[in-house]
């Protein structure tokens, strides 16, 4: 049973080009995430946005910013997408304190 | 170094067995660590989770929390095929922080 959603599912784009992934929660959750999943499945964290409150990872490039319109959506746009962005990107969210993450399905991304 | 060390790294199992994941952590304030599983092309699903020092059953499910070695270590009793999947360890910082191990990917032959 899902409550995060991402939509597209899959994305195949060229160096260079720019691209938006969506998420929506419907569990009333007040943080999001994203988190980049690479090929040997090392899940790292990305962003947090918490009440318009967003933690940034340092070691995130410059060319991806997280794009929040209300509590429920989170979108990830990269631009000028390189090679090393080929990941699946996994979003989340939880309430406040030490509760459960819940994870969309994630996007795949395949930068040619 | 990293954050969060999981062993073994793959296992291969027959149905029934009991299995034994390991995940240590080098944060000492980790507030709770979480265990998750991840179906391939699904997001992780939270499985249990462990605050206090000592250990927690869920039905088939236990999980070993030792502070003073930073170490957690999650046991499927009766394994089936439907448990094959990578296990991920993940303490939690606090502030919805969390960190997660390389995983173990876990195969349960029928």
């Known amino acids: 049973e899902t409550a995060v959603f991402q939509t597209p599912n899959y994305h195949v784009t060229q160096v260079g080009n720019e691209v938006s992934f969506n998420c929506k929660q419907t569990?009333?959750?007040?943080?999001m995430y994203w988190y980049k999943q690479d090929s040997k499945k090392l899940l790292k964290i990305m962003f947090s946005y918490n009440n318009k409150q967003l933690i940034v990872n340092e070691t995130v490039p410059r060319r991806f910013s997280p794009q929040s319109s209300d509590k429920a959506h989170l979108n990830l746009r990269i631009k000028s997408v390189e090679p090393e962005d080929s990941a699946v990107y996994l979003c989340?969210?939880?309430?406040?304190?030490?509760?459960?993450?819940?994870f969309g399905k994630g996007t795949r991304l395949t930068v040619v | 170094q990293e954050k969060v060390q999981q062993s073994p790294e793959s296992l291969i199992v027959p149905e029934g067995a009991m299995v034994s994941l390991n995940c240590s952590f080098s944060?000492?304030?980790?507030?709770s660590i979480w265990w998750y599983q991840q179906h391939p092309g699904k997001g992780p699903k939270a499985l249990i989770?462990?605050?206090?020092?000592g250990n927690k059953k869920e039905g088939r499910l236990t999980v070993y929390l030792n502070r003073a070695s930073l170490h957690v270590s999650l046991h499927i009793k009766d394994s089936q095929p439907s448990d094959s999947a990578v296990y991920l360890c993940?303490?939690?910082?606090?502030?919805?922080?969390?960190?997660f191990g390389k995983g173990t990917s876990l195969t349960v032959i029928p």
């Open positions: 993940a303490p939690n910082t606090g502030y919805q922080n969390f960190y």
């Open positions: 989340a969210s939880s309430s406040a304190g030490h509760t459960e993450v819940f």
């Open positions: 989770s462990i605050f206090s020092n």
């Open positions: 944060d000492s304030a980790s507030q």
């Open positions: 569990l009333g959750h007040d943080t």
